[in-house]
C-alpha cells in the first residue's frame, strides 16, 4: 500500500508508528525521434542525480543494522526536538520523499518521483543492491522506520526538510499509471495540505493498485486532527 505523513515538529513520530503497525497502503512508443531524445535526457538527469544522492548517502554501499544505524536517527526525532534541516524553506514549496520498501524492481516508478524537489529511497531485505539500502532479514516496522532513518539522514545532509513522507511497497501500481500519479497525488497534497493522506486502495490480495484518479478529501486526516 501507500500513504503520504505530513513533515513537522513534534507529533510524526505518533503517526509513523500508527501507519508501521497497521496494513501497508501499499510508459508508450515513441513515434519521434525528437521526443526520443528528450526523455533519453529527462531519464539521464534523474538517475545522475540519484547516483550523486546515493553516494553521498550513509546508508548505502553496505547492510546497515537497527542499533548502529536506525535507532539513532529515531532518537533524535523525538516529540518538540527542533529539526536540523531549514523548516522556512520547506514551506516554500512541496519537497516529498518516496521510501519504498520490497525486492522487485522499481525503476519505472523512481523515473516518476526524482524531481528537483523530490527523491526516492528503495529498502531491500533479502537482496543486495547498488541502488537500495540493504537491511538484510528487517520486517515490516523496522524496514519503514529505516526509511524514516535514511530521509532524515537526507534532511540532514541537504539542509532541507520534507513536507511530506510517502511510504509505499515495491509492488504497488497505480491509477493512472505512475508518471501521472505522482504528479497528481503532489498536487493534492500541495492543495489539501493534509497531516495523512492515502489514496483508495483497489485490488485483492496479492495486487495491491492506489486509485490517485480521483482523489478529495475523504482522503485526508487533517492536522486539526491528529
Not at 43 to 57: D, K, N, T
Not at 149 to 178: H, I, K, M, N, V
Not at 199 to 226: I, K, R
Request: charged fraction near 20%.
Amino acid at each position: 500500500g501507500a500513504g503520504a505523513l505530513r513533515s513537522g515538529d513534534g507529533w510524526l513520530p505518533c503517526v509513523w508508528m500508527r501507519l508501521c503497525c497497521g496494513h501497508g497502503f501499499a510508459f508508450a512508443l515513441l513515434l519521434a525521434s525528437s521526443t526520443a531524445l528528450l526523455s533519453a535526457v529527462a531519464a539521464e538527469g534523474w538517475q545522475e542525480r540519484r547516483q550523486q544522492v546515493l553516494y553521498e548517502h550513509p546508508f548505502y554501499g553496505r547492510a546497515i543494522s537497527y542499533e548502529a544505524d536506525v535507532e539513532p536517527w529515531l532518537r533524535g526525532f523525538s516529540p518538540g526536538a527542533r529539526r536540523t534541516c531549514d523548516t522556512d524553506r520547506r514551506s516554500r514549496s512541496l519537497r516529498v520523499v518516496y521510501l519504498i520498501q520490497g525486492e522487485e524492481d522499481v525503476a519505472e516508478k523512481e523515473a516518476a518521483m526524482w524531481s528537483p524537489d523530490s527523491e526516492a529511497f528503495v529498502l531491500t531485505f533479502r537482496t543486495c543492491r547498488l541502488d537500495a539500502i540493504f537491511f538484510p532479514g528487517s520486517r515490516l516496522a523496522e524496514g519503514r522506520n529505516a526509511l524514516l532513518a535514511a530521509a532524515l539522514a537526507q534532511e540532514r545532509r541537504s539542509g532541507l526538510c520534507y513536507s511530506y513522507f510517502t511510504l509505499l511497497d515495491a509492488d504497488l501500481e497505480t491509477t493512472p499509471p505512475w508518471p501521472q500519479a505522482t504528479k497528481r497525488f503532489e498536487a493534492f497534497l500541495q492543495d489539501w495540505g493534509p497531516a495523512v493522506a492515502v489514496p483508495a486502495a483497489e485490488g485483492g490480495h496479492g495486487q495491491a493498485v492506489a486509485n490517485v484518479a480521483n482523489l478529495s478529501s475523504s482522503d485526508v486526516v487533517s492536522p486539526q486532527s491528529v
